[in-house]
């Protein structure tokens, strides 16, 4: 039985809350790059990406990123691992956003993804939810909620853009 | 906005006599529409009270409006939304059927809120989900719920039965378990099931209306407050804005619940919410309705606020947002604000039976008017004591008077439309404040501004020429006739020692002051500051009205008004519309009338317009006293033959100056077989004609002594005799028909003669049976409600 | 009684008495507060002024002094558009003997629409309420000179707690409206009130986790001290300021402030929060704004603008835990829309402790 957890309205706020802390930690937004985890973090980078537009008035490119050729469950040594980015990273402040950070290893692929693309400055990640749970050493820089939940627990991120509504559920 | 879409269909009204007129509001929609280069469709049961000439109207469908018709139009018209927020109950429930094609965007409402609107398990259970108070009730066949109902939530309790054949029994109050039990004894095996409920009878009551756009930003436009309690349908009651009672934290409260509620709904539009707030467990209140669609209330907030809801509801609607809207001159609009208001606004409901009514639950009044002022005791004096609006003068309340403390008492207990004079008179007679609010459960404040009216009429009195007493009573709202009456002075004589004092009054806009978009509404107010500023370039011509005490008669001034308006326009001339009531104005042209709120005559009075402003004056009212024989311009008065009797009969509309006259058109009524037919031009013999014509020619000089230029003839025919059955001077029942039918443009050809324009030089090619030479052929036939306009 | 309202520009209206006979002065300021009288009444950023209420009917639902935002209201004067008969059944004091009680001269039955009218086009007045309206009232009224100490004459003498178990907030008296303490409490704010030339080295020994700068009467430049300690603080604590507070956030760091025509005087006026485009309404109380002029040089992002006017309606530091906002968003009285942002100082002080 799903549970709403997070409404649509804190969820926004979060959003807005992530964007400021994102301008802090930069000193500004120069040299940014938003990549956007397959579905939904696309979601997120592109409405991170509006909030700094409002408030900067710069466009920041926002790259969609679908990490399933490098997973580490992929089994095949031979298969041409190509991230498709379409923006030059290197040299970029690079922000990976996700909507759940949960084990780390969709992280961890998404870093090779990155790595083989080009060389940026830095990476840091924008998530909206961390559930707990690490199995890699891997941490968010910037978190929207920190939900604890057990392992047999699900969290549901729903985004307006293709579900109903914007809401987290815990199932 | 939305993209996809080009042809929105409006659902407008069905022939009813008690649903809310909202034809101003469709009009105000169908024109932002178009302004928006949507394609607007309006289809209505109503054929007479749409002006058939409106540009903003691409396609008018004059059919029944069911579900079946609905299909029907929407297919026949490509049509890609519906708005059904502007045709009272019945839109709405064809969108609770859910029986539009699912490709046929709805805008302003949805399926749950419509359904919502309707049942009462869909309302209960959604807001129970969304953590909105609702109250409590059950539905069962099972004595064991109904007690442990009460257990749960004590008395007072309303329980009642619902029948095999879906109709219920009234709600019984019940107060304690003897009643209860005697009422579950009544039928111990529960043949029917039982309905009980958490009574709220007695509460307050309090209404929101919100708007709400499509990025989820919503506002409220104000806070109704009800006089008085639940029990007393809302509309029947005194409505009052802004709340005057509640403190900012009880306000707070209904203000995040009515925004929650619009959107746990998903309205994008308006939406009104009804509270009950329970004072005896302060901070308890509950959600009683919810009216996703324009009404009487968006009606009033609209007036009071000065704030556009038709409009902004109208944008909202196709997606826009609350801060980049247009006006109705396409300049950019930002509504985002919640309005602020300086007058209290209250809603009089009236009654057209001029018998006392009990007020219940169930609604019984038939009409409403807006009084605006600076004090209760003023709005009270101008609104529901006012006996020349409310036609309480037939009361008497020299009747009331009469009757003893328990007699009265009776009457407190069981609430008639008369409460607020009965309650004065109480208060009069001493009765105690918290006694009677604890009975009535109306706010102490407003008994004790009774009271206070009360005791300004004894001050008066005892004080004859105190200036500070004058003060007092003119800011309370007494009229300068009551306060010369009881000073036994002259009027003149009266206004002089109001100069003296230097008290002024002055015409006051009723938009907020620092507010860009004026409303063109005045009413007269004590200040130093005049907001009315007479054009004296151009002439004006005044149209004065009188409260309307039938719907019909309603519905005719308003397009008189329209039409006069318009063809004062034409003519060069400024309109100024002075009646005793707000009246909702219809604007096909879109421009500006202004309108002076007058319950007490106050613009002559205080000589606030000049005197030069009322030398064309109409005025569409009832003659209601005896001037020698003489009536003002427009001003009707019916002599009835009531000996001639006969089914079938020609009413032939005249108009005519001091020389000519000419019969512009006439309506064929036939009574046995209830139709109708109007033409210009009667397709007759010329020897029919011509006895007609004499005939009129004759009667005509015998009426020659009142003066007003429009005026009607009905005639009929007993043994091929013509006898004269009624002549009516002034604005017939029928000047829509007339209007519509006739070669002239009747009105604009009826205020050239007002403004001293001769029928000779109009050059209209009348002939000799005083008929306009070569009609234009337009007919209309009314048979059995369908309804017939040939070209 | 027969009382006048005396400008000093020698616009006069006439009126009747309610509340303390004595005559006073004071600046002028027009406000639409349509609820919550006695909030209004005792909010202390109206220090030293005459309140003009444009509401109709004023009290009728009596003074109730569970909602005071300050135990003393300290406005010079109130003016109203018109004020209700008062009934004696309910406990609560009459508007009548609350003015009296508080020694507040009242005058009613004003035409604040000429009154509006006339500050519209005349910009900021002073005001007095008297019992004559000829030239000697208005020469004295000409002469009244605005205080510049306002703040002093508000803020507490002493600090004190307000206690609770969650972060500690220290909170700088400018003139607080008690809402601020409530909203707090909400959210088990441990928190402590001190005065307001509480000096840094003070505050720095307390050790709190937050500071909040509040809400107060008259010109920010007057608070001279309050600067010097918030230039201090502001590298080293997460700052939330509000009304004057937020305009001392704003000098502290070098940018200007002008004061607007007309103000915002309002329960329920707009704000458009930029990064979201969202729309909501709180209560306004202020005559003052940062302009725009050398807001990116000092580092800040504008963060809520008022979409009526443009003002800057909120800032946010770029890479300091500082954000401040013009409006109350306590809300007292008033719409309670952005009450979510004490939420979001707490949250703000949570990640600074994180990181």
Partial sequence: MAKEIIDGITMQRALTRITYEIIERNKGIDNLVLVGIKTRGVYIAHRIESRLKQLEGITVPVAELDITPFRDDNNDPNAIKNADLGIDITDKNVILVDDVLYTGRTIRAAMDAIIVSGRPKKISLAVLVDRGHRELPIRADFVGKNIPTSRKEKINVSMSEIDDEDKIEIE | ????????????????????????????????????????????????????????????????????????????????????????????????????????????????????????????????????????????????????????????????????????????????????????????????????????????????????????????????????????????????????????????????????????????????????????????????????????????????????????????????????????????????????????????????????????????????????????GEVFKKGPLNAQITQTNVLNSGNYKLLDDDELFEKIIHPTNRQLSILKIALNRGFDIPYLSNVTKIHPVYLETLRHLSKIKINLVKNKGDVDILRDALISGFSINEIATLWKISEEQLQELIKQANINFQLKDSSFITNENKSFEFNPSIGNYNEFTYDDKKQTIIIKTSPEMSFSDQVRNNYLISRIANANQKNGFNTILVGKTTREIININGSNISQIIDPFDEVIQYRLLPKEAFEHTIRLTNDLSDKNGLLDEGETKIFEDSTVKSNEEYEFNILRDKKDWVITSYVKSNEAEKSTFASSNLNSSAELTQIISDFITQNLTSAQQKYSKILNFTICFINDEVKIKKVSIGFSDNIIEHDIVSTLDLIDTYIKLVIGISLDELNLGINEFHFVENSNGKEISLSNDSFKLTI | MKRYLVLDDGFTLEGDSIGSPIIAAGQLVISNNLYGLEQTLTDATYNGQIIALTAPANGASGINPNEYEAINPTCKGVIFNSTAVHSKMERDQSLDEFLKNKDIPGITNIDTRALAAHVQEHGQLKASISDTDDEHAVDQIKALVIQRDLVKQVSTRQPYPNPNSGKKIIVIDMGMKYSILRELSYRDCNSIVVPYNYSAAQIDELNPDGIIISNGPGNPEDVTQTIKVVEELQNNYPLFGIGLGHLIIALANECHISVMKLGHHSTSYPVKEIASGKIEYTNHNHIYTISNHGIRDANFIVTHICPSDGAIEGIRHMYRPTFSVQFDPEAAPGSQDMTYLFDEFLDMISSYERA
């Fill in chain 2, 1 to 376: 906005m939305e993209k996809d879409i080009q042809n929105i269909l409006i659902i407008g009204a069905v022939n009813s006599k008690t649903n809310v007129d909202l034809t101003n509001s469709i009009y105000r929609t169908c024109r932002i529409i178009n302004k928006l280069n949507y394609k607007t469709i309006l289809i209505t049961e109503n054929p007479i009270s749409i002006l058939t000439d409106a540009d903003f109207i691409d396609k008018l469908i004059i059919s029944d409006i069911n579900a079946e018709t609905i299909n029907n139009v929407i297919e026949n018209n490509k049509i890609d939304a519906i708005i059904p927020t502007l045709g009272d109950r019945n839109a709405l429930s064809i969108i609770a059927e859910n029986s539009i094609p699912k490709d046929v965007k709805i805008l302003g409402s949805n399926n749950l809120a419509a359904l919502a609107n309707f049942n009462r398990d869909v309302f209960s259970k959604h807001l129970e989900y969304n953590h909105l108070p609702v109250i409590n009730y059950i539905s069962t066949k099972n004595e064991n719920d109904i007690y442990d109902f009460v257990r749960k939530n004590e008395f007072p309790v309303i329980l009642r039965r619902r029948f095999k054949n879906r109709m219920s029994s009234g709600w019984t109050n019940i107060e304690n378990l003897y009643d209860l039990n005697n009422f579950i004894d009544r039928d111990p095996d529960f043949k029917d099931s039982v309905e009980i409920e958490k009574s709220i009878r007695g509460q307050r009551e309090f209404s929101i209306t919100t708007l709400r756009d499509k990025a989820n930003n919503t506002n409220i436009v104000g806070v109704i407050e009800d006089i008085q309690p639940i029990g007393i349908h809302h509309l029947d009651s005194l409505l009052l804005t802004p709340a005057l009672t509640l403190t900012n934290t009880q306000i707070q409260q209904l203000r995040k619940a009515a925004i929650k509620v619009a959107k746990a709904f998903n309205i994008v539009g308006v939406c009104t919410t009804h509270f009950a707030l329970d004072t005896k467990n302060s901070g308890d209140f509950y959600i009683t309705e919810i009216i996703p669609r324009l009404s009487e209330e968006t009606q009033y907030l609209e007036k009071a606020y000065n704030y556009p809801i038709s409009e902004i509801s109208a944008q909202l609607n196709v997606g826009m947002t609350i801060d980049k809207l247009i006006d109705t001159s396409g300049k950019k609009f930002n509504a985002a604000y919640e309005p602020n208001i300086e007058f209290l606004t209250v809603r009089v409901p009236t009654w057209s039976n001029i018998q006392e009514t009990n007020m219940e639950p169930k609604k019984t009044s038939n009409g409403a008017f807006i009084i605006r002022g600076k004090d209760i």
